[in-house]
Nanobody
């Protein structure tokens, strides 16, 4: 089992920045990659960004590319999501997730999920 705990969400204004953190514990060696997803009210959970633990290769959704940056600290088993120039449409619950399959944009590829952290961006 892998346990994931997100933190760093909050209420900000459009144009502001936030950094989300996701601390992993448990059988973290079984995880090949980590991802961030988000879910807005009434919408499906959608991919935001992913990173591999080993070489750190990353992928982003088109909607956040050039504004968000995913990174990892292997020593701390922690993944971060730096979110800059936030927009009202970024408002959602943000989830981190772990997968043993390598980087993926598919919700179904991830085995473990955190409880989520709310990000609200006001206009």
């Amino acid at each position: 089992q892998v346990q994931l705990v997100e933190s760093g969400g909050g209420l900000v204004q459009a144009g502001d920045s936030l950094r989300l953190s996701c601390a992993a514990s448990g059988r973290t060696f079984s995880s090949a990659a980590m991802g961030w997803f988000r879910q807005a009210p009434g919408k499906e959970r959608e991919f935001v960004a992913t990173i591999s633990w080993s070489i750190g290769n990353t992928f982003y959704s088109n909607s956040v590319k050039d504004r968000f940056t995913i990174s990892r600290d292997n020593a701390k088993n922690t993944v971060y999501l730096q979110m800059n120039n936030l927009k009202p449409e970024d408002t959602a619950v943000y989830y981190c997730a772990a997968t043993s399959r390598g980087v993926s944009m598919a919700v179904s590829a991830y085995d473990y999920w955190g409880q989520g952290t709310q990000v609200t961006v006001s206009s």
